[in-house]
């Protein structure tokens, strides 16, 4: 069984920047993608960033040029550095990771006020 932990969320004004961090623990294998999901009020989940163990990236085209998502593979670790955010991202961020199964984290709230 796979544990996340996440941290960094909290709220923030337009324009500013947060960093969350996620921690994988427990895993018996190889840890293949990480990533983060959000999801807004009335709105579906949705796929923010991910990163592959070999390091290959995806982005939501609505975050592309303003978050950078990185993963230190010997710590099972991934962050999102979240730069000039607007009041649209506000939604709770999910951290997500694959190893065999598919895992979540229990969420942490992103607040950016106008």
């Known amino acids: 069984q796979v544990q996340l932990v996440e941290s960094g969320g909290g709220l923030v004004q337009a324009g500013g920047s947060l960093r969350l961090s996620c921690a994988a623990s427990g895993s018996r294998f190889s840890i293949n993608a990480m990533g983060w999901y959000r999801q807004a009020p009335g709105k579906e989940r949705e796929l923010v960033a991910s990163?592959?163990?070999?390091?290959?990236?995806k982005y939501a085209d609505s975050v592309k040029g303003r978050f950078t998502i990185s993963r230190d593979n010997a710590k099972n670790t991934v962050y999102l550095q979240m730069n000039r955010l607007k009041p649209e991202d506000t939604a709770v961020y999910y951290c997500?990771?694959?190893?065999?199964?598919?895992?979540w984290g229990q969420g942490t709230q992103v607040t950016v006020s106008s």
């Open positions: 997500h990771a694959i190893a065999v199964y598919a895992y």
């Open positions: 990163v592959t163990s070999g390091g290959n990236t």
